[in-house]
């Protein structure tokens, strides 16, 4: 695995305790304050939340929040080696404010945003948290089918035939014993395909693993929709370690990503010419109000500069008005396309 890639991807350990987070956090149906902020910018982050006037219940969460943020200067959490990014949710459940918080050790973005529910797509994004991933280990007569949501295995089903290793003498002939064994093969590789079918649910992931040619063989019994899905794993087999198939989704999320972005980017390119993006941070707000922006691209560094309040309420606006929020954190893609300080819009139509 490329050493590069490695460093950019998040712990296992850390993966693990995030997901658990993310799933306490995820049964929240209040409406929420979301701040994710960097290291060492709490005094900034005070200043932002004493400035921005809220309702009243906000305002409250606010306070609380406010004090959380002093609490972390003095004694900071993380579940990585070194925080780079806190994330503070506060909501308020039968008359009375409740506050949880995270560490970790990735970059995300600057977030201070009031909505229905937490704001934990930085999350989905940067971290690959809570995914649901289908992960398939296959030889010619035996397969696991594992669920994974998270870190956790939430369906798992085991299938197997009996399958003659060799033909014996007398009986059928040997070329008979071969088309035999190999349509018996046929069949259970069909089988197996029908129950991740009915696992699937919507599944990010269909990693397919295993030791020897059964996975390439089987390969060949997938529909088109888990072609898409389907990627290779390396080196697993029905015995490793559940922390190593931990690291291997954790690796495959990150690709995946990484090619979801690139497809994003490439889309926004195509549409440059047509009138369906738009660049300027002016051009964009306008956008957002009458709600005909689809998609707002964001740099995960963009807090760096001045017109960073003004991406932040951008933000917020594309959250309620259901515009799709996509954060960038490839360094190459944000040079390219200069969006450190400003973002970047598909449009659903143009506008004047």
Not at 196 to 216: F, N, P, R, V, W
Not at 271 to 288: D, E, M, P, S
Request: a positive charge; proline letters at 2%.
């Amino acid at each position: 695995m490329n050493k590069t890639l490695e460093l950019s991807e998040i712990s296992h350990s850390e993966w693990l305790s995030l997901n658990q987070f993310f799933h306490e956090i995820k049964q929240v149906d209040s409406q929420c304050v979301s701040v994710y902020y960097p290291y060492g910018k709490g005094d900034e982050t005070i200043s932002l939340l004493r400035e921005t006037k809220r309702r009243e219940p906000f305002e409250k969460i606010e306070l609380k929040i406010e004090k959380t943020i002093k609490q972390l200067k003095e004694n900071p959490i993380s579940k990585g080696k070194f925080t780079k990014t806190f994330c503070i949710f506060g909501w308020i459940k039968n008359d009375k404010i409740h506050i949880k918080k995270i560490g970790t050790s990735k970059k995300l973005p600057y977030i201070y945003m009031t909505s229905k529910k937490p704001y934990l797509k930085p999350f989905s994004d940067i971290l690959k948290i809570n995914h649901n991933v289908l992960l398939v280990t296959i030889d010619q007569k035996t397969a696991r089918i594992q669920k994974f949501h998270g870190n956790q295995i939430v369906q798992e089903s085991k299938l197997r035939i009996d399958l003659q290793g060799r033909h014996r003498k007398g009986g059928q002939s040997q070329g008979r014993f071969l088309r035999a064994r190999q349509t018996k093969i046929h069949v259970f590789f069909k089988n197996i395909a029908k129950k991740i079918k009915t696992m699937d649910g919507c599944s990010e992931l269909l990693l397919l693993g295993g030791i020897g040619h059964a996975k390439t063989e089987f390969y060949d019994e997938l529909d088109s929709e888990f072609v898409k899905k389907c990627r290779f794993v390396e080196t697993l087999s029905f015995s490793t370690p559940i922390n190593d198939i931990h690291k291997k989704i954790i690796h495959h999320l990150y690709e995946h990503r990484r090619k979801h972005v690139v497809e994003i980017i490439q889309k926004y390119e195509k549409l440059v010419k047509t009138g369906l993006t738009a660049k300027r941070n002016n051009v964009i707000f306008k956008a957002l109000k009458i709600g005909a922006v689809d998609t707002l691209i964001v740099s995960v560094n963009y807090h760096t500069d001045s017109q960073f309040k003004n991406i932040l309420k951008m933000m917020e606006m594309a959250k309620n008005t259901s515009a799709k929020i996509e954060f960038v954190s490839s360094p190459k893609i944000i040079k390219t396309l200069e969006i450190n300080d400003s973002v970047l819009a598909i449009l659903r139509y143009k506008i004047k």
